[in-house]
């Protein structure tokens, strides 16, 4: 599966990484899913699975759950516990950084990449900045996902109160974002990674004359079957033209982006004050 990826520039040093949203996919992403207790038992005492995917069938059934419960508080009448813990739950969402929403979107099925960028950058420094969130989210999430997981049991003592309890179910959905958010990361750097030799072998050189190298391992970055294809996207280009301002992208520039390339707005906003 070959997922579609926007950067571009959004404040300053600021960029955006983003992935356009295909509801098709997230459906059958879904159907995959353990719905039951019983049913993840049966994935997971096959004797096909090996331990890393039993790890992943327990972390989806997890997630499945978690988003239930999430449905229901959304749900709630106005002014219930129910609906003041869903505001709550907003307030800790939004402290989530917006790289870390973009490589959680890096799924396993991922198997190559299209990379959307405007045409007046150099496709170099795009690579490059797309290895860098990478690398960075390599070494983050590894270190937060095993915070969270240290501090579950913790977190598990306070079931004893007669409130619901918050913080375990917290540290649980960041473990659980932060092993999605690490895999993104290994996944993504797989990709670009493989292909480096790639862009050096097929871009021309200074003098605008053909690359004297050998034949590359890959395809060339123009090619559909190569591990990751960038395209320069006039149509980008002239959105951020149409809305250049010295202040960054304005609400009005993300939306119609987002809606030109099928990206979310609210994570896209994030990036504009993302460090």
Known sequence: MRARLVVFPVKGRNWCFSRSID?????????????????????????????????ELVIDYASNKMDKAWTGLEKAPEGTFKNKLHGLGLKLLSRVKPSEIFLKSISKEVSGVEITYPSSLNARLVRRRLRHIAMRGAAIHKKYFYGSVMLLPLSSALAVLPLPNIPFFWFLFRSYSNWRALKGSEKLLQLVS?????????????????????????????????LWVLQPSKELQELLNKHADENGLNDSAISDICK????????????????
């Open 23 to 55: 509801p098709s996919l997230e459906e059958a992403a879904a159907s995959h899913t353990p719905s039951s207790l019983k049913h993840l038992w049966k994935n997971i005492s096959s004797s096909s699975n090996s331990s890393a995917k039993n790890v």
């Open 194 to 226: 493989d292909c480096s030799c790639a862009e050096n072998s097929t871009a021309p050189n200074a003098k605008g004359s053909e690359p004297e190298s050998e034949e590359p391992k890959h395809k060339s970055h123009g090619s559909q079957d190569s």
């Open 260 to 275: 030109t390339f099928s990206l979310n707005a609210k994570d896209v906003s994030k990036f504009r004050h993302s460090i």
